[in-house]
């Protein structure tokens, strides 16, 4: 079994909607939760980072974790094609990033 | 601008012989990591660096070799490629904070694409 379980995808969704991707982990002592964005031929950039339970609200995107659940999500609100691209969860046990584990990545297309 | 280089960006070898993919960083950073990412898996880390002449494996260090000699370069070689070794890998740094600093983002480079025939 992974750590870290991600649905690759491929997701589409009209312009407007309400998108939710999801990452499941094994590993209860994972405290950092991180999402990245990584466009085609891009290497990933960070867009939300959560420390232990709870939400995350930065402008369109919300994180939610779940420690009990051990599931986290990203929302993204209004959706636009630019947000067309491949999300990775990511999470490590300390803030000082020595080893994280990333998910497998959803691949999301934003069609207008 | 604050950037991580990876050089070269595309490569084609033969199996057995000896590569190193550069990787530079101008952030002043500490740590500096080596990714791998393959299809259906993710990215993967092959090694990574807390600071000058500190390194450690990360998940899948098998057929690599790094260091870290300058604070600003973590070159990752290839002593004897093979097939499996063909992948995307990625650069990556960022700061040493303190604990739960958010500060603690991982700047990824543009990605080397190799092929190992």
């Known amino acids: 079994q992974k750590e870290v379980e991600q649905d690759p995808g491929p997701l589409s969704v009209p312009e407007g909607a309400i998108v939710s991707l999801n990452c499941t982990y094994s590993?209860?002592?994972?405290?950092?939760f991180m999402w990245y964005r990584q466009y085609s031929r891009k290497g990933p950039e960070l867009l939300m980072y959560?420390?232990?339970?709870g939400n995350k609200e930065d402008g369109r995107f919300t994180a939610q974790v779940d420690k009990s659940s051990k599931y986290i999500s990203l929302f993204i609100r209004d959706s636009q094609p630019s947000d067309s691209a491949t999300y990775l969860c990511?999470?490590?046990?300390?803030?000082?990033?020595?080893?994280?584990?990333f998910g497998s990545g959803t691949r999301l297309s934003i069609r207008p | 601008e604050a950037q991580v280089t990876q050089n070269p960006r595309y490569l084609i070898t033969v199996t057995g012989k000896k590569l190193t993919v550069t990787c530079s960083q101008n952030?002043?950073?500490?740590?500096m990591s080596w990714y791998r990412q393959d299809p259906g898996l993710g990215l993967r880390q092959i090694y990574y660096?807390?600071?000058?002449?500190?390194?450690d494996k990360g998940d899948v260090p098998e057929g690599y070799k790094v260091s870290r000699k300058e604070k600003r370069n973590f070159p990752l070689i290839l002593e004897s490629p093979s097939p499996n070794q063909t992948s995307l890998y990625f650069c990556?740094?960022?700061?040493?904070?303190?604990?739960?600093?958010?500060?603690?983002?991982?700047?990824f480079g543009a990605g080397t694409r190799l092929s190992v025939l």
């Open positions: 990556a740094s960022s700061l040493l904070v303190g604990q739960g600093d958010a500060k603690n983002i991982q700047y």
């Open positions: 959560t420390y232990s339970s």
């Open positions: 990511a999470m490590t046990l300390y803030s000082s990033a020595s080893k994280i584990i």
């Open positions: 952030m002043n950073h500490e740590y």
């Open positions: 590993n209860s002592a994972f405290q950092y």
């Open positions: 660096s807390m600071n000058v002449e500190v390194t």
